[in-house]
């Protein structure tokens, strides 16, 4: 028996490369530990944790259990390894590179939950968008910002790893700046496409199925992109136009009203009485009465101006339209049912007329 246990004792105490085995023993004790710990935690977490947030009303206790339980298993792994490896004797370069080791994967874990994190925050915004706008903003920049988000992250843990592990980061940062600049010189039109399209996205100058009239192009948007926006006129022809061209010119969105105004000139020829021209301003009236989505009490019918061939009437009504080919149907049954009543009362309209006079001299 004693033979027994002088052998144990000389093999646990047997040394390797400055620490024995019984110190190896522990450092897989605790590394084996950790990572059998971190399995029971995300079985906890899998199992119970998210049935008891189940249950409650809030849906923030959901999502933390979602957001930490991979990290936190990864988190309690690592501080597994970092109390096994802190038992054994090794030599300065070997603990330093377990010591970078260890806190470039807590860099990672926190990097990790972050990434979640954002993630959680974009898809619960979704899910709160019930609204048409919040949904174009999500299907647009949200993914974008995801994506520049998740890379600018990676990117700076994998700088701080670099930076753990004792290298000089700093010609690093500056090469990828000079990198970047000259991304962005080169891609300056595509940027400033993108920016422009946040710009319509997130001001909201028009929206998906809007009637509007661009850069002299009149129809509806039919696409609204990060990098362009497509219209289909009024002739079904689609025109794409860049985003930062549309933020520096004006754009009349004929749907932001459901009334709006119609204004018009009727001119009356000069041979018309005082008399008359009451008459025909009360038939006019009586025409806007008589037609539909003519918004009623909102005339303006008034004698402006003499003309070079014409008494001019000025007519002003509210209608309930908006879009040039429904304003144009209206105006039509309006110029319509004024033409029959004038008719009817012997009004002329006027029409271009010159009198020329001879003059005989002696």
């Avoid at 027994?4 to 004792?9: E, M, Q, R």
């Avoid at 390894?81 to 010591?99: A, C, D, E, M, R």
């Avoid at 940027?191 to 129809?219: A, M």
């Avoid at 004929?254 to 000069?270: A, E, H, P, Q």
Wanted: charged fraction near 20%; charge should be positive; hydrophobic fraction near 45%.
């Amino acid at each position: 028996m004693m033979i027994l246990n002088s052998t144990f004792d000389k093999i646990i105490n047997s040394r390797f490369l400055g620490s024995s085995v019984l110190q190896y023993a522990i450092f897989l004790a605790y590394l084996i530990g950790g990572i059998l710990l971190g399995r029971l935690l995300y079985f906890f977490l899998k199992k119970y944790a998210r049935r008891v947030t189940a249950k409650t009303k809030s849906t923030i206790d959901d999502m933390i259990v979602d957001l930490i339980e991979e990290p936190l298993v990864a988190v309690v792994v690592v501080i597994g390894f970092y109390f096994g490896y802190h038992q054994l004797h090794l030599p300065s370069k070997v603990y330093n590179f377990f010591t970078h080791t260890t806190n470039s994967f807590f860099t990672i874990a926190v990097a990790w939950f972050v990434i979640r994190l954002v993630d959680k925050v974009l898809a619960s915004y979704k899910r709160s968008s019930s609204l048409e706008d919040k949904n174009e903003l999500y299907d647009h920049v949200l993914p974008l910002s995801r994506k520049i988000i998740r890379f600018t992250l990676i990117l700076v843990t994998a700088i701080i790893i670099v930076n753990n592990f004792g290298y000089n980061v700093t010609s690093l940062v500056a090469s990828l700046g000079i990198g970047g600049l000259a991304v962005a010189l080169a891609a300056q039109e595509v940027l400033k496409n993108i920016f422009g399209g946040v710009s319509i996205i997130t001001d909201r100058p028009f929206k998906l199925g809007d009637y509007v009239s661009i850069n002299d192009f009149e129809g509806t948007i039919e696409e609204i992109g990060l990098r362009s926006i497509r219209l289909k006129t009024y002739e079904g022809y689609y025109v794409t136009m860049p985003n930062h061209l549309i933020t520096e010119t004006s754009i009349k969105n004929y749907n932001r009203y459901k009334v709006t105004r119609l204004i018009f000139i009727i001119g009356l020829t000069y041979s018309m009485t005082d008399r008359q021209i009451i008459t025909a301003k009360k038939l006019v009236e009586e025409s806007l009465n008589q037609t539909k989505r003519v918004v009623k009490n909102t005339y303006e019918i008034e004698f402006i101006n003499f003309n070079d061939f014409s008494l001019d009437l000025y007519i002003a009504c509210d209608v309930a339209c908006n879009i040039p080919p429904l304003r144009r149907k209206v105006q039509d049954s309006i110029n319509m049912k004024i033409k029959q009543a004038f008719d009817k009362e012997g009004i002329e309209i006027a029409f271009p007329t010159q009198t020329v006079e001879w003059k005989r001299s002696n």
